[in-house]
């Protein structure tokens, strides 16, 4: 063996990760290298038992499973909140103890999978000076500097899935269902979902929307002759001059979610007085879109970042991130994917799309 490299995976989990360790480990093995993997994100740094050697043995059948092999966090140590809500510092001792770790399992480089948290501080472990490849993850697909992260299109495919099955039982009823979907601050998961699925409206958290308008959409297209209706609303999405619905969590924390329920009361007061006209029901899908296989694509997209991971290792350019732009992988710095967020254009050629075949977003 003449290079140690390690891998963890970090934040929230998604469909694909598994398949991003497998082609570490199979690029590596090529090499001749050793791969490490951290146990429950960067907290696995911390802990003396807190890794394994990940080989081509045990990685043998995960490129197909949901989830991580390792676990993951978005908790800990390595999660620094600023004051404004951004990412603050990370704690030297934190730092130092990374580097001990690193240091005692003599590993040369560190592949940190995660979502723009992570990377953040995969950056800041950069700047510390440890030699950092960044791969990007998330369903929310919301980071800058890549046109796509694995995980998307999985949560896709279950929102498209989930209104497929909503549609049957709507039209059943001639009923409105509200479906709440993931994305945090950003609209992709609604918005390509809701296409796919055939939503008849779709709210997004970059398109304010008015509970009128949208009821004026449900009454029109009862006129037309379509008793039921389908409506999906991402869980960031706000009213024009409002605010995102958040509820609070087991913790303590306040986590986005809410506002299907919220829509449907809205819904119910603008269209069912004096008499009830129309039910509203609402389905919150929640970590369904998380869980299970990923989907073709994010298999290959996971594999192919995984190679490119150590590719960049192998170049010693540190501090990148792997990135996929116009139908390759190419790499980029880290620091400008973290910059912000990547969200919907409202003048893009999906919401055009979308608008053209007469579907609503509320305003
Ligand atoms: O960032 C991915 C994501 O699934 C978001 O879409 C969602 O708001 C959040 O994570 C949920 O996180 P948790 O599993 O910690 O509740």
Same mark, same amino acid.
């Given at each position: ?132 490849? &960044?791969? *990007?993850? /998330? %369903?929310?697909?919301?980071? $800058? ?5 694995? @995980?998307?299109?999985?949560?896709? #495919? ?66 037309? &002759?379509? *008793?039921? /209706? %389908?409506?999906?609303?991402? $869980? ?5 001059? @409002?605010?995102?619905?958040?509820? #609070? ?66 170049? &010693? ?47």
């Amino acid at each position: 063996m003449n290079k140690t490299i390690g891998v963890l995976t970090s934040g929230g989990d998604c469909p694909g990760l598994n398949a991003v360790l497998r082609g570490v480990v199979c690029t590596a093995a090529k090499l001749d290298w050793k791969v490490i993997g951290f146990r429950d994100g960067y907290e696995g740094l911390l802990a003396d038992d807190g890794h394994m050697e990940l080989t081509l043995q045990n990685t043998e059948g995960i490129m197909q499973r949901g989830g991580t092999i390792l676990g993951t966090t978005n908790r800990g140590h390595f999660v620094r909140k600023g004051g404004s809500g951004g990412r603050g510092r990370l704690d030297p001792v934190v730092i130092a103890r990374t580097k001990e770790t690193l240091a005692r399992l003599r590993i040369s480089a560190l592949v940190t999978i995660g979502g723009d948290g992570s990377l953040s501080t995969s950056q800041q472990l950069f700047e510390a000076g440890i030699n950092v490849i &960044g791969v *990007p993850k /998330t %369903i929310d697909n919301d980071l $800058e500097a890549t046109e796509s992260s694995f @995980g998307f299109d999985s949560a896709v #495919a279950c929102v498209t899935d989930a209104l497929d099955r909503l549609h049957t039982t709507a039209r059943a009823h001639k009923r409105v269902i509200i479906i709440e979907v993931m994305g945090r601050h950003a609209g992709w998961i609604a918005l390509h979902g809701g296409l796919a699925g055939g939503a008849d409206a779709i709210l997004l958290p970059e398109i304010p929307f008015s509970y009128d308008r949208l009821a004026d959409a449900v009454r029109a297209r009862e006129k037309s &002759g379509h *008793p039921s /209706t %389908i409506i999906v609303v991402a $869980e960031g999405a706000r009213l024009a001059g @409002g605010r995102e619905h958040y509820h #609070a969590a087991q913790s303590g924390e306040y986590r986005l979610g809410g506002i299907g329920e919220t829509v449907a009361h809205e819904l119910d007061r603008r269209i069912n007085r004096p008499r009830l006209t129309k039910e509203i029901r609402t389905c919150v899908l929640g970590h369904l879109q998380r869980g299970g296989d990923p989907t073709t694509l994010d298999r290959i997209l996971g594999t192919s970042f995984g190679v490119k991971a150590v590719d960049l290792i192998a170049e &010693g350019k540190f501090g990148q991130m792997v990135s996929y732009q116009h139908s390759q992988v190419l790499n980029v710095p880290i620091a400008s994917a973290v910059r912000r967020q990547k969200i919907v254009q409202t003048d893009c050629q999906m919401v055009a799309t979308c608008r053209a075949i007469g579907i609503s977003f509320g305003d």
